[in-house]
């Protein structure tokens, strides 16, 4: 069989495509005053937002309503993370094989995990098994471990771009602060809730961090990973709990299908147990943009109302 | 520089797929790469319990143990006097469940699905470069899928006789000597190689697709073993140029893209065909019949 012709057009296909990418990269050279952000969950752009300020110039991979853990990428998104001067993303195995993406990105620019620099005693670890220990990504439910990762948004844009080190310090002190308030805020309506209902339960296990900053038992149906599906005796087990306990309400997510809680539902009516949606939380995406719950204060603030709303 | 190892990675597995494809084609076995890209699951997990990492490394062992288990079971049943088709739902339905249940098991607390863990995405592909020595050589994804084209390039070439007799008349193989279950299992294990080698750097639906599109498309407008493979290996390297500038247009996904274009391709020379085309044959009838 003659290989020679499929590898020639191969290589005819190549240099044009080397052809036009050239042509691309020139494009780019220009004079800047602000740097590129290129950052992946909403939470984070956000905040890179509020403290890069008016020097930051942040777009964000994923959009409102994504999973991070279902992410899909796009062309365009070749793009964002080649132009960008610094790179800012979750870590802890949120967005999945990207990371190992991004960590070998470091060698040519900057790409900071913002969970990177909290401690590990502070994190839950998910699985036990074999030599690291996994821990649970979903740092953003616990204010004050979200303030940590602004700090080190604040270090790491400050270290970038020394000459408006200073500017990033304001912004960031004045977030930091809009953050503690919202941490107290966000206890002293928990606090309100009797406290034997001071149970959440979601369809997948995204709020471990909440339930411990905030003193709540958190129930998830599925595991941590949003593709795996629930097992007919957790379905059972939780609905017994929930009747046990007389808890009156479930929550929905915005990024996880509400089929399973659906389940939990009409197993509590069948017994005998009035159980109602509480609303739906916003998980491992925050709201559209431009809506309050768009930004990652309004978000928890949402989270908190709504919890609170239906289990008082 | 990133568009040119795209643009270079999807042309690498639409040959590497085309090649295999059109024997996988021929066999009535196209879906296999579908079949192995769920199989691996257990593959997956179990390497995550025996070395408690999510390094791609062990996860790309596992998977390519499994791949090799699902090819041989697969091929087993077939002759065994199962249905190909059925027999490619049996093992991977049944490799798939385990993995499920390996899951819920033991690694319920852990993101351990397919898509985190597996699955790469053509897009971040550039970036994941090898170094030697300090000195960056280009991508991984090019090194190994290069490498399985290589293989089959090799392989196919020097026994292209004997792949080609075992998949029309394996009972004329078995006839003139050509030790036939040999050649199947040495076809299956490098569909295997092949598929998780790719399944690792670009993901499932680009292999999948690549492996079954294009050497459709090419069943229909030839008749010969050899340009079959030449046509489905320059209509997967078409499709992956152009789908990946149709995706820059949309903004969407490159592998999703890319397969969209070879679909259409095939939609083309089913309506086209000088052959087998739907129109051309409608001409003929109506020619017969006047």
Redesign the interface.
Known sequence: MPVAKPLFIILAFAVLAVLTACGNDKAATGEEKTIKVTTTIGMITDVVERIGGEYAEVTGLMRAGVDPHLYKASEGDINKLDKADIIFYNGLHLEGKMVEILEKMAKDKPTVAVSEKIDRSLLRTGAQIGLDTEFDPHIWFNVQLWMKAAESIRDALAEFDPAHAEQYATNAEAYLNELRQLDAEVAEKIKTIPEQSRVLVTAHDAFGYFGDAYGMKVMGLQGMSTASEAGTKDVTDLRDFLIDNKIKAVFIESSVPRKAIDAVIQGAKEKGHELKVGGELFSDAMGEEGTPEGTYIGMVRHNADTIVGALK | ????W???TG??VA?TCGIVGCFLVLRKMAMIGDAISHSVLPGIVIA???????D?LFMLLGAAVIGLITVFLIQLFHQSGVQSDASIGVVFTALFAVG?IL??M????????L???L???I??V????IEIGGVDIGPKAVWGIGLALLLC?IL??AF?KQFKICSFDPAMAAAVGIPVALFHYLLMGLVSVSTVASFESVGAILVVGMLVVPPATAYLLTERL?RM??IS??LG?AS??IG?YL??M?????A??MICVAGGLFLLALLFSPTHGVIFRKIQQKRLLA
């Open positions: 520089m990133s568009t040119f795209i643009i270079l042309a690498l040959s995550f319990l025996i070395s408690g990492s999510r791609s499920v899951v819920s033991y690694t319920r607390n852990i993101d351990l699905d898509d985190c863990v699955y790469g995405e897009a971040y550039p970036w994941n470069t390039v196919i070439t292209y050899s493979i030449l290996i320059v390297c992956s140029v990946y995706a820059r949309l903004d969407a996904s490159i999703g893209s």
